[in-house]
């Protein structure tokens, strides 16, 4: 299997393990979602989402791009704290949660032309001193 296989089965698998996760958090929040039966017909129906995204730059990377704040707070923060409220461990969740936040930091303290700290008014990045 080729490092581009494995990349892409390595992000299915956490797409497909984070909405089994959202789905357990709805179905125990009683929410009932449309078109949604069961595990299978929910998967298919964000699969199916992400298939037809797959050419698209996601707000979340744009706004990191554009040194903004994403909206993960209403996507991947609400199952977070949704699932804190009915008792449901969301660990990829939590983790895709936690990595943006911290991507939101690194692109709020660095300039992204030359990741210099935007605290920073002279000198070399740290990185670059010798």
Known sequence: MGEATVQLCAERDVRVRACELWLVVARAAGVILPGVRDRESGIAAAMEIATQM?????STAQDLNRNRVTEIDALNGYIV???A???????VNN???????????????FDSSDRRSRHTTSGPAPSEKK
Do not use: C, H
């Open 81 to 83: 704290r949704r699932g």
């Open 54 to 58: 797959a050419d698209a730059f996601s």
């Open 95 to 109: 983790a895709l949660f936690t990595l943006v936040k911290l991507a939101e930091r690194s692109s709020a303290m």
């Open 85 to 91: 409220e009915v008792g449901v461990p969301v660990p």
